[in-house]
């Protein structure tokens, strides 16, 4: 299935050769394309297995949800790994500056995210069961448990170096040597200020006076500690690209193996310890400063901020901007208290999502919300936000607010997480002080107990399955093609009323409908939607209509129209009337499994299509010994703009015959 799936993603992003490079975050596929044009966003927002595509950071991301990373293990096979490699740097054109920023960040942290999320949650634990008196910190178990969670912390360098190689195309390996060479003990100021005397301090009576201990040939080095920070080493591998492209270009290729390396190290490490190093750091350090500046003006508005505001960034995928952010400030003073207020949105998010799942009466819709709750106590909340809170819009803004009221509340009380990694409630023990003292975590508990109580009454009073019908209605259309439509409806006889109200309401009825009236697309009988086996088809949310046990395997235009949609599975069309209905054929049910076989179609998306005109033919004795329903809804999707959709009463119809009767 991940195999199909891989491929049809492929093919409908521009195919292999469209693709400059792919990463992968917690749910998302994130494509950098050469023309995003030549992506066919609705296809790829019908397919069964992806939740939705966005545009944004300069990226092309196919959210998949949970499974992100074994679909993500069967693209890349189908991707020319060396054409990739060698456009790692291919600007895309018209490029903003801000996605530009965002696309580098992305490229970078996310193939070490999952790993830095494991080693952050061991260290987070191993700190947690010292404050708890499991054990002593100096017990080997402790010391041997705090090396598996500390490593790549202290070595980040080594990480970064490797990943900032891959996305400004260099070489990996040098990225990984210049990496470690900035880890390398005997540089870091901290051994040199141990060992060595200062022969004199640049910038004296400046914020940024640094003592100097040893000097590159007379020239003096500004000594940093550059285990565990961020930003030095991308910038020093940045200009290691630059110089690795220039030594191509000039050097012979009999030397080029050796040469290249060793003469792109040779500059770009001195320049990256006597300038780009001390730069940077010092730029980290006062950015640390500033923020914490503006963030101390109003400790509780500031966390308001970033608690409101931190979903709608995960929606556009523009949370990563502010990942230096967090890890500068843990870098730097040990914890982060200024993008932590963010932990609220997580449990407001599954809060909310809980209070739906006690309120709905709308059985698919309970059916999403336990998974989508359980994901986010977990800390991926993106299958709830793009399943359930965006298309419904007010369990998004319920979830933005109580995030807000969270994360003033975080903002107030200094909360802070001290250690990088883990998610959700594995998150909790990063929140231990390095001391073993357990205050900052019952302000972490509190802040969820706050936040999650706020967000699940904010829900559970204003949820109506009502208004989730209505405002489902058409993202549920979208991804029909799934094969798991939402429909019910229960048939209303139009005319057949023996009695003198009968009559009357029959008349009314006449004066409503305006002549806008759907033929039957097929032969066999009708039964309401009510009746049909599929629990998705009996809960009103994609439209009102009716059902039909078809007879001959001829799918027949209801209207006349255009073909909106013509699945690939060929299970299902979607139909505009020139009278603005939107119609839905869905052939049996499931159907969407047989992957096209047994299903022929005649008409192509986009064509314009006439009463009676044959559109698809069906293999029924096929889809019989395959074990499928026939039962084939004929909805309108676009039921809330009309007063209401009428269907005629159970009986057997062939094509052309009156089925719906939609009433302005």
Known sequence: ????????????????????????????LRFKLRDEKKADDEYLKNLD????????????????????????????????AANISSNAQEPVQNQKMLDRFIDIISGIFQPILGVMAACGMIKGFNVLFFAMGLYSNTSGGYIILNAIGDALFMFLPLFLGYTSAQKFGLKPMVGLVIGAIMCYPSIQNSMLSKSLEPMYTVFGGTIFATPVYIDFFGIPLMAMDYTST??????????????????????????????????TVIIAIPVGLLLIGPVTTLGANLIADTVMNIRDISPLVAGAVVGLTWQ?????????????????????????????PFFACTFATSAVVLAIFFKTKDKKLKEMCLPNFISGIFGVTEPAIYGILVPLKKPLIVSCIAGGIGGGFYGAFNFRKFMMGGMGIFEFPAMVAPDGSMSNLWVAFAGVGLTMVIAFIMMFVTFTDKKTAEKLAQPVNNSAANGTAVEDAAPISTAESNDKNGENAAKETKKLLKNIEIVSPLKGKIIPLSQVQDDAFASEILGKGAAIVPQEGIVKAPVNGTVSTLFPTLHAIGILAENGAELLIHIGLNTVQMNGRGFKAFVQQGDKITVGQKLIEFDMDLLHKEGYCLETPIVVTNT??????????SKDVTWGEKLLYIAE
């Open 312 to 340: 709608i960034l995960v929606i556009f995928g523009l949370h990563w901007g502010f990942i230096p952010i967090y890890i500068n400030n843990i870098v730097t003073y040990g914890y982060d208290n200024v993008m932590m």
């Open 640 to 649: 809330p703009n009309y007063l209401d959709v009428l269907a005629q009463q």
């Open 49 to 80: 297995g992806v939740v939705t595509v966005m545009k944004s950071g300069g990226q092309y991301q196919v959210v998949i949800g949970n499974k992100v990373a074994e679909v993500y293990a069967q693209v890349m096979p189908l991707l020319d």
């Open 230 to 263: 961020v930003i030095p080493v991308i910038f020093v591998v940045y200009f290691a690209s630059k110089c690795e492209k220039l030594f191509n270009k000039y050097v012979p290729d009999l030397v080029k193996f050796f040469f290249v390396p060793m003469l």
């Open 1 to 28: 299935m991940d195999k199909d799936l891989a491929k049809k993603i492929v093919d409908h992003v521009g195919g292999s050769e469209n693709v400059i490079s792919l990463t992968h975050c917690i749910t998302r």
